[in-house]
């Protein structure tokens, strides 16, 4: 009876131990100092996927502070995305590595940002880690925040299987809509109707970039599309 139960026992602990997937961080936290006339100041570290299979990785954003006028965006190993996307995912191929960093822009002012990317195995939750990023020009001496009003843009429904339209068109003159490894996948003029259809997009999760007359991202939306 004792060696059923060490069996059971060990095959259930190698059973765990074959299912967990280990995501690495270079750093737990980054740094980077420069001037007020610098175009960016970058902080980066790495991300590792110490498994033997492809796992999906979700990332969340989070602005701790951020100077007054000031900007800020936050890179994958895909695209750049500024605050108006708090949450995104990529892919990591097995034992793959790639970059992450925050970027601050202090657009000719002295300050800093501090921003803080926590990344979650979508298989697995309780596989998570944080990533603390701090920015600052050289001759910021004072704490100043801010946080952006993001534009009240919603699109619905979401999820959805078919159409989709805006809260709010006014100011939309461009819809791009971007798959989960930032490729263009479609891409609409506004219209009067505020109907766009996307049920030719297989399931899974995109990003919708909202564009003004000028091409200036008014707002960036996550949608996600189901089958009826």
């Not at 059971?8 to 765990?16: C, D, K, M, P, V």
């Not at 990785?57 to 100077?67: A, G, L, P, T, Y």
Request: glycine residues 4%; hydrophobic residues 35%; contains cysteine.
């Amino acid at each position: 009876m004792k060696k059923i139960l060490l069996l059971f026992l060990t095959s259930l602990f190698l059973l765990q131990v074959s299912a967990q997937v280990t995501l690495v961080l270079g750093a737990e936290s980054s740094s980077a100092e420069g001037t007020k006339d610098d175009d960016a100041i970058i902080a980066k570290t790495t991300i590792l996927n110490d498994s033997p299979e492809k796992r999906l990785v979700k990332w969340e954003r989070k602005v701790v502070s951020i100077s007054e006028g000031w900007g800020t965006a936050f890179c994958d190993k895909n695209l750049c995305y500024d605050p108006s996307v708090e949450a995104f995912e990529f892919e990591l191929d097995s034992m793959e590595q790639a970059d992450i960093s925050v970027y601050g822009y202090p657009l000719g002012m002295e300050g800093a940002t501090s921003v803080e990317i926590k990344l979650t195995d979508d298989g697995d939750a309780t596989n998570t880690v944080t990533a603390k990023f701090d920015i600052k020009s050289s001759g910021f001496t004072t704490t100043s925040t801010r946080f952006t009003n993001k534009p009240n843009i919603k699109i619905y429904p979401n999820p959805t299987s078919q159409y989709i339209s805006l809260t709010d068109a006014a100011n939309v003159n461009r819809l791009m809509v971007y798959n989960i490894v930032g490729r263009p996948v479609k891409s609409f003029w506004a219209n009067t109707s505020n109907q766009y259809d996307v049920s030719n997009l297989p399931i899974g999760i995109y990003l919708v970039r909202l564009m003004d007359r000028y091409d200036h991202t008014i707002k960036t939306i996550r949608l996600r599309v189901n089958y009826p």
